[in-house]
């Protein structure tokens, strides 16, 4: 099953590369084949198979030999091992194909907002939307917790937006908060900010050194949030056992 899984999450990673690289420069998402972006042929099917055809091509379009980008092999291969992750070790409540598909939007969130610093309105309500249709027609415990576990989350990055008047935290960021908190629940929703700041305040930190970043210049949050997403998704119950064991 595990191998089966990691070749869905290839294949789903395949579409996740397509959609991040379309979605920002405004393309169609769901129609279309993938083109070279630099002498715009269409890339064959079995040319378009993922990782095989990046290591058959040694990485290189078959038409004019420009070099395919790393991200395509790169977002592949994350997709399929967070699947593969999810399946051994997610213990939530909620049901595992959602939590694929919740977990493929917040994949593109990342790239996209790493790569464009914007967290397209789009995936988040689309994550919003799913979550909640779901929410409605099934039984889910506790439900109280998770709608207020949203709520919690963006109302705090909302204060924060506007104590630091939107350069600390985007609006997008605050919107993806109640997305995720309604996903991760109580008390995994406050591992989940825990975990976010603690590794942006890391990567500032070591960027800063490294002098690729200035004090004052801004860093994308929005990928730190989904980063601590995934982390808090799979491991989040055993974490957050071990930390607050009284909540
Ligand atoms: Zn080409």
Same mark, same amino acid.
Request: positive net charge.
């Given at each position: 099953m595990i191998y089966i899984l990691f070749l869905i999450g290839l294949v789903v990673g395949s579409f996740l590369e397509a959609l991040t690289y379309r979605l920002p420069r405004g393309?169609?998402? @769901?129609r279309g084949r993938s083109k070279c972006?630099?002498?715009?042929k269409t890339i064959r099917w079995h040319d378009n198979i993922p990782l095989i055809s990046f290591a058959l091509l040694s990485?290189?379009?078959?038409?004019?030999g420009e070099k395919i980008s790393t991200r395509c092999p790169l977002i592949e291969i994350s997709t399929a091992v967070i699947f593969v992750f999810i399946w051994q070790f997610y213990t939530g409540r909620l049901p595992l194909p959602l939590v694929f598909v919740v977990s493929s939007l917040m994949i593109a969130i990342f790239v996209i907002d790493l790569e464009h610093r914007i967290i397209p309105d789009s995936l988040t309500f689309l994550g919003l939307g799913v979550v909640l249709i779901l929410f409605l027609v099934t039984d889910?415990? @506790?439900?109280y917790i998770y709608l207020a576990s949203g709520a919690g989350a963006a109302l705090f990055l909302l204060l924060l937006n506007l104590v630091t008047q939107g350069r600390g935290m985007g609006l997008g960021d605050v919107k993806l908060a109640l997305f995720s908190g309604l996903v991760l629940g109580y008390p995994v929703v406050i591992l989940w900010i825990l975990i976010a700041f603690i590794a942006g305040a890391l990567v500032g930190i070591i960027l800063i050194t490294m002098g690729r970043?200035?004090?004052k210049q801004k860093i994308a949050f929005g990928p730190f949030l989904v980063f601590s997403f995934l982390i808090s998704l799979v491991f989040g119950e055993y974490i957050s056992f071990l930390l607050f064991p009284y909540l």
């Open positions: 393309e169609n998402v @769901l972006p630099k002498c715009k990485g290189k379009c078959r038409d004019c889910i415990p @506790l439900l970043a200035k004090l």
